[in-house]
T-cell receptor, first 117, second 113 residues
Framework: AQKITQTQPGMFVQEKEAVTLDCTYDTSDPSYGLFWYKQPSSGEMIFLIYQGSYDQQNATEGRYSLNFQKARKSANLVISASQLGDSAMYFCAMRAHNGGSNYKLTFGKGTLLTVNP | AAGVIQSPRHLIKEKRETATLKCYPI?????VYWYQQGPGQDPQFLISFYEKMQSDKGSIPDRFSAQQFSDYHSELNMSSLELGDSALYFC????????????FGPGTRLTVL
């Protein structure tokens, strides 16, 4: 079974600084995908970034980058130059094939990020 | 760009009533997933469809059923509603089962009184 662990229930960062949100995962599947989503207080789930288990390079999308360390089974999200609008809940999620047609996402408990002015 | 559409956005029902949630995936996306997110919880997978066939099933109660239609839209039918069914219900879509991007709709907030 897949498991995602986000050890930081809450994080604070000053505007314009960088912040790293931690995510570790566990799976026996050699092929898997890792996702990060942002959920503002309004409730929608916004896709941020994706990393495949066979990708050679760390994924980047604008101010978001994923620090993928396969041997350590970690997929930390780095947000550079934080903005007030980055304040939200952030979920790490994994998709693993699990030997069947099991392509669902398994989510961590989330990290609530607060950006201070 | 077109996104996943869910309707209704908000729904209030009484206990033991039924509810139908609708999901319209991104054009050309053939895979739909349903998730349930309780208050202060992470989303939990309910069920998924690929090319109109059920592809996976999670912790979906027997009181719930779902299907995907020929135009790829999907409906989640919920009967004998309970207070514990109050949650945010998300639909997500992707291109293929192993799509690199799984895009979520805005969610339907169901309140059972």
């Amino acid at each position: 079974a897949q498991k995602i662990t986000q050890t930081q229930p809450g994080m604070f960062v000053q505007e314009k600084e960088a912040v790293t949100l931690d995510c570790t995962y566990d799976t026996s599947d050699p092929s898997y995908g890792l996702f990060w989503y942002k959920q503002p207080s309004s409730g929608e789930m916004i896709f941020l970034i994706y990393q495949g288990s066979y990708d050679q390079q760390n994924a980047t999308e604008g101010r978001y980058s994923l620090n993928f360390q396969k041997a350590r089974k970690s997929a930390n999200l780095v947000i550079s130059a934080s903005q007030l609008g980055d304040s939200a809940m952030y979920f790490c999620a994994m998709r693993a094939h699990n030997g069947g047609s099991n392509y669902k996402l398994t989510f961590g408990k989330g990290t609530l990020l607060t950006v201070n002015p | 760009a077109a996104g996943v559409i869910q309707s209704p956005r908000h729904l209030i029902k009484e206990k033991r009533e039924t509810a139908t949630l609708k999901c319209y995936p991104i054009p050309r996306h053939d895979t739909v997933y349903w998730y349930q997110q309780g208050p202060g919880q992470d989303p939990q997978f309910l069920i998924s469809f690929y090319e109109k066939m059920q592809s996976d099933k999670g912790s979906i109660p027997d009181r719930f059923s779902a299907q995907q239609f020929s135009d790829y839209h999907s409906e989640l039918n919920m009967s004998s509603l309970e207070l514990g069914d109050s949650a945010l219900y998300f639909c997500a879509s992707s291109l293929g089962l192993a799509g690199n991007e799984q895009f979520f709709g805005p969610g339907t907030r169901l309140t059972v009184l």
